[in-house]
């Protein structure tokens, strides 16, 4: 029997080799697959690069082989690789299991192949029960084996932002170093910065090793820079009286003067007891190429509960509010409350220190005001139940509300466990979204890097006018270098699906905030009928499954939900025989209305020759169903609830007074990424529908209007891409340079593909905005609406 074993293998890492070593021994022969096109373009090093490799791992098995398949063709999904190969066993691990359901041909994927899921966490019966309870990998159960392979969380990427060599084997490190690939920092690039935060392993009253960590942990990370280490990281906090000690306190210094000899364009943010004036104080230290650019010292002095520095420390701020300057090393050094900017860039950065953000009056909310984009706040936080939620939600807070980034690093625990514990905390929130909120519970160091996105800052800044008011303090800026790449690779992949919510909570949120609307509209209206026409597609099924709904909360009869199939000259009877099932089972009031021989009729009113399938063909069809529905509705004294989605409003895919008309749309806050997440989620809600409903997720997204062949994203592109453009254009700010480089970096298409996408979008919309100012009410669900009359203020004539 064969196996399929696919992925980036960018490089092969140690957790790889286990895997091949474990399939070697369960299978006659394995077949190691490189994914391709991805990989292809300004990558490090050639395919060629990464078949060797493999080569080197394959040639110490009998049974395993490389195969170049999806790197000499055009990719077309997993399951057309899996053809090809004749349909052999397909390995992966826990993590790609439940996004099957996205993958390219999904259901014949499942239908036509058997799979082997490893986990690494041993959690074999538990995988089991998830597959059970999954409404799509459910009726698919038995194609899979799930088995438990002991191997290392470790990940190629892993490697090539860390270029750890204990994360390859020996022979691959060989050959990394041989052709020199992996070499490059990557600084900054594409207006995102590259920050490391670091909770190093800490030997308490012992700077010169403290030194000589920090130092290591900046030549492991090359790639990130700035990296910010927590408070008193060089003596360790825990030291009680021993701060007044001479001998420390000189000690401290030498560490200090070590680590700025050794810096280099990476910029470092360490912190130290540090005498001045006769006086201690808690200070951070900014150094870059073998300079002190500015010392800062702590303002808030907590003296609660286990904290007690007022005992040890003077206040900064008096400092902070005459800043002054002192030499050290032979140097004249700014003291106090600084900012450092790339002018080039346009990149500005504070800092505070721990107790800071928890006082009354907090420094970061000056330094913002002054300009700061980034606030790093180097801590050592004890720990105690609840504390981490108030200290994210503090710094939630404060990014949301000067529409920043907010970086906080603590000490761990290996400062002390005495009689505290220290957590090791590493939050990253970017104008008050989460990027990284990690307990480092370890007694080794920890570092994760994050990607600071300069341009969504200056985008939620610009279209803020809460926050564009306070920017007017002056403020003198200490210069700070960064060296861009032209290879910059992202930490974290940005979110695929970024309209999707992330759990069943808020898609019931989502639901129960329509619902209400839905039932105020009736309320105002003075009707308890609705008017929906049916197709058996994503949109239509949710508007009903969304009124039948609201129909049940608020105890209404659901013979009022009049729901309307209407075929036409290209209806398929598969999509016709879904929409007629489901009305059927939910029990609405159901009609069957041919709308084919008014279309003809109307087509040779106008001399239309019917035999081409022109926009006429198409349109006359749509118009010729909304004008049926919207006099129904007069009829029955009822609305009529339009159907249409944000992306079809976005990129215009509705027919001019057709389907673009309603008298209450209850799809145009919604992606159509969302809808589909929505009608996968209804499955578990109404079960005597599920069948209809798992045809309806699964089913290519057609109108239906020359063929049911015509496949609408032939025609305008993957929905997914067109969503991930509508949201980091609109929601982020996103430059074209920016939306290319992460369709690049995150979809597997083209250079060239990209651009289409982009333009294709832009082109789209702009043509498009004369419906979307003529469109029907309906209510916002995302921080992003289309509606002329909600908050999205766009030119009809835009080119």
């Known amino acids: 029997m064969k196996v399929v074993f696919g992925g980036s ?19 006659d022969e394995v077949i190691i697959v490189p994914n391709g096109k991805k990989y292809t373009r300004k990558e490090f090093f050639s395919n060629q690069n990464r078949i060797e490799m493999l080569e080197l791992i394959a040639k110490r098995y009998h049974n395993v082989v490389v195969s170049t398949l999806e790197l000499e063709r055009e990719f077309k999904g997993t399951y057309e690789t899996l053809k090809e190969l004749n349909h052999p066993v397909f390995a992966c691990g826990e993590d790609c299991l439940f996004d099957f359901g996205t993958w390219i041909n999904a259901e014949k994927l499942l239908e036509e192949n058997t799979f082997l899921i490893f986990t690494r966490n041993n959690k074999v019966e538990e995988i089991k029960k998830q597959i059970l309870r999954d409404a799509f990998l459910s009726p698919y159960y038995d194609k899979f084996d799930i088995i438990y392979i002991d191997y290392p969380h470790i990940s190629s990427h892993s490697y090539r932002k860390t270029l750890n060599q204990k994360y390859v084997s020996t022979e691959i490190q060989a050959y990394i170093d041989r052709n020199k690939l992996y070499k490059e920092g990557c600084m900054f690039a594409h207006d995102y910065v590259k920050v490391a935060l670091a909770t190093p392993k800490v030997i308490l009253g012992n700077p010169e090793r403290n030194a000589k960590e920090i130092l290591k942990i900046a030549n492991d990370y090359p790639n990130a820079s700035i990296i910010v280490y927590p408070e008193l990281s060089l003596t360790g906090y825990s030291l009680g009286d021993w701060l007044f000690n001479a001998e420390l306190l000189k000690q401290a210094r030498e560490a200090l003067f070590k680590i700025k000899e050794h810096t280099n364009n990476q910029i470092l943010i360490v912190g130290l007891p540090l005498e001045y004036s006769g006086a201690i104080y808690n200070v951070a230290v ?71 953000m928890w006082g009354q009056i907090n420094p970061h909310e000056l330094l913002y005001q002054k300009g700061a984009d980034i606030i790093f706040n180097i801590s050592a936080s004890t720990y105690h139940f609840g504390k981490k939620e108030l200290k994210k939600s503090l710094i939630q807070n404060a990014s949301s509300k000067f529409e920043g980034a907010y970086l906080y690093v603590s000490n761990g625990p290996s400062d002390s466990t005495s009689d505290i514990t220290y957590t090791g905390d590493q939050i990253g929130v970017i104008c008050g979204e989460v ?51 032209n290879q910059y690779q992202l930490e974290t992949i940005p979110n695929l699906l970024p309209f999707v919510p992330k759990n069943d909570d808020e898609l019931k949120e989502i639901i129960e905030i329509t619902s209400i609307s839905l039932k105020h509209r009736l309320d105002y209206v003075g009707t308890s009928k609705v008017i929906i026409g049916i197709s058996g597609g994503l949109d239509s099924t949710l508007v009903l499954l969304f009124a039948y709904y609201t129909y049940q909360k608020y105890h209404l009869d659901p013979k009022n939900i009049i729901a309307v199939t209407m075929p036409g000259l290209g209806t398929g009877n598969k999509s016709k025989n879904i929409a007629i099932h489901l009305m059927q089972k939910l029990g609405v009031t ?14 040779k009113l106008l001399n239309h020759n019917m035999i081409e399938k022109d926009v006429t063909y198409e349109n006359v069809q749509a118009r010729m169903r909304t004008m049926y529905l919207m006099n129904l509705a007069n009829l029955e004294k009822g ?33 159509k990424t969302t ?31 020359t063929g049911f062949d015509q496949a609408t994203e032939d025609k305008i592109g993957k929905y997914q891409i067109n969503d991930f453009i509508l949201y980091h254009l609109f929601m982020r700010g996103a430059s074209k340079e920016r939306i290319i480089y992460l369709l690049e970096s995150c979809f597997d298409l083209e250079l060239d593909d990209c651009l289409k996408y982009y333009e294709n979008f ?3 919309f702009n043509s498009n905005q004369y419906k979307r100012l ?13 509606n002329p009359r909600g908050d999205f203020r766009y030119p009809g004539d835009m080119k």
């Open 762 to 764: 832009i082109k789209r």
């Open 774 to 786: 003529t469109s029907a009410e309906g209510i916002k669900i995302f921080k992003l609406t289309l």
């Open 590 to 603: 159901m009609r069957e209305v041919s709308i084919k021989k008014e279309a003809v009729n109307h087509l």
């Open 9 to 27: 293998f960018n490089p092969p890492t140690i957790a790889h080799e286990k895997i091949i070593e474990i399939l070697s021994q369960r299978y």
């Open 675 to 705: 809808i589909k997440a929505l009608v996968k989620y209804f499955i578990s809600v109404y079960p005597q529908v599920k069948n209809e409903l798992k045809k309806v997720y699964n089913a290519v997204i057609t109108p239906e209007l």
């Open 286 to 356: 900014v150094l870059q190429n073998k300079k002190i650019l500015g010392i800062i010292p702590k303002v808030n002095l907590p003296r609660t509960g286990e904290f007690y520095e007022t005992r040890f420390f003077t206040s900064g701020k008096k400092i902070i509010k005459n800043p002054t300057k002192f030499e050290l090393f032979g140097e004249e050094v700014l003291f106090g409350s600084l900012l450092f900017k790339n002018e080039k860039y346009n990149v500005c950065f504070g800092v505070e220190i721990c107790g800071d």
């Open 435 to 485: 990027i990284l909120d990690q307990s480092t519970l370890s007694l080794e160091t920890v570092v994760n890097m994050v990607d600071i996105d300069m341009e969504m800052i200056r985008f939620m800044r610009y279209s803020d006018g809460y926050c564009r008011d306070s920017l007017e303090i002056e403020q003198n800026f200490i210069p700070f270098s960064l060296e861009e790449t």
């Open 639 to 671: 609305i009529v609830l339009g159907t249409g989605d944000m992306s079809e409003i976005a990129l215009g895919w509705s027919t001019f007074n057709g389907d673009h008309m309603s008298m209450y749309s209850l799809n145009s806050g919604l992606p």
